[in-house]
Structure formats: C-alpha cells, structure tokens
Nanobody, 118 residues
C-alpha cells in the first residue's frame, strides 16, 4: 500500500513564500511521476506541477515562473516551492504519485491548506 504524507502548508500574505513537501512510502515503482494539484473552494481540482523520476517538469501557466517543483528520488519525496504567492493561489494542495505497470496506478495525499491574504 502506498501512502503520501504532505506537510508545509499555512497562511501567508501576498508576495510571500511557502514550501510544500510530500513523502511517499510503500511499494513504489521507481519510474514514476509525482506532482501537485490544487482545489479552491467551489472550483475543480487543477494540475499545478509535475515532475518525472527522470527530472522532467511541467507547470500550469498560472504558476510558471513562481512555483518550482523538485524531487529527491532516494527519499521518494517531492517538493513544491511557492514564491510570489497571490490570493488566487489559496487552495488545498494535493500531492500525487502515478506510475504504470500493466495498468496505471494513482495515489493521492490528504491535502494541505495554503491560504494567501491580500
């Protein structure tokens, strides 16, 4: 069973920074993609950033240039550095892990709240 545990959320003022972490444990295929989605109240969950085990990253247009995703493969941990935060970044941020062995496996963390005040 795979578990994802997030940490690092909180409340900041606009322009501030936060760093989110997500540690995965359990039986994990080494070739995988980890990343972050977010969901604001009344809105659908949206992709924020992803990074493959090979280090290729992808960002939503709304966060590109402000957020940075990174990972430590030895620790099965993914990070999200959030800089230049805006009130519209307020959401619950969810970590996820995806890999393929005959079929796709998807796992989600419990979510961590990020609140940005103006």
């Amino acid at each position: 069973q795979v578990q994802l545990v997030e940490s690092g959320g909180g409340s900041v003022q606009a322009g501030g920074s936060l760093r989110l972490s997500c540690a995965a444990s359990g039986s994990i295929f080494s070739i995988n993609t980890m990343g972050w989605h977010r969901q604001a109240p009344g809105k659908q969950r949206e992709l924020v950033a992803t990074i493959t085990s090979g280090g290729n990253s992808n960002y939503a247009d709304s966060v590109r240039g402000r957020f940075t995703v990174s990972r430590d493969n030895a620790k099965n941990t993914v990070y999200l550095q959030l800089n230049g935060l805006k009130p519209e970044d307020t959401a619950v941020y969810y970590c996820y892990l995806r890999y393929m062995i005959l079929r796709e496996y998807n796992y989600w963390g419990q979510g961590t709240q990020v609140t940005v005040s103006s």
